[in-house]
């Protein structure tokens, strides 16, 4: 989806906007790998669940756009003379090694994050920068869906969800 910005945010509020579509760009590319090795490497558990499996590939589709949306929007806001900040495109091969509910678990963290965040955004965006809003409230919905299916994921397949 390509989008637009007004140029209406304020100095003040720039800083903390970036700081935000970083955090949130780093999670969205996050999530995207995760849903993809949980979908490979987890089939066990993951693969007998069709339900499941619908919403983790809705996710993975998902996030990944996201991700390129806030990337675009950080291009944006920052203007086209600012260094282009590297992501860590792979998630550390590690930790892809990790059990089912710690991959789990941390998919959870990540999601709560960027809806945190997102909902940070529509607040300071709210009849200031409509595009941006809109762009915001649409990913946060989605990953609250994503967080609610993960959340569902733990109950069913770990014997402690949310503890460690
Ligand atoms: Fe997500």
Redesign the pocket.
């Known amino acids: 989806m390509k989008i637009t910005l007004r140029k209406t945010l304020d100095s003040d509020t720039k800083p903390r906007l970036l700081t935000l579509l970083n955090l949130i760009a780093n999670n969205?590319i996050r999530?995207h790998l995760l849903y993809s090795e949980l979908i490979k490497r987890h089939a066990c558990h993951v693969g007998r669940d069709q339900h499941l499996l619908s919403c983790f590939h809705t996710?993975l589709t998902?996030?990944k756009d996201?991700y390129q949306c806030i990337e675009h929007c950080i291009e944006l806001i920052q203007g086209p003379e600012a260094p282009t900040k590297t992501r860590n495109k792979h998630y550390p091969s590690t930790q892809l090694k990790s059990s089912f509910s710690k991959l789990l678990k941390s998919l959870y963290l990540s999601?709560a994050s960027?809806v945190q965040a997102y909902s940070e955004i529509c607040t300071m965006t709210l009849e200031k920068d409509y595009r941006l809003f809109d762009l915001a409230y649409r990913n946060m919905h989605?990953?609250i869906v994503?967080l609610d299916a993960v959340e569902e994921a733990l109950n069913t397949h770990c014997q402690h969800p949310l503890t460690h």
């Open positions: 969205e999530t996710a998902e996030d996201h999601e960027s989605e990953n994503h």
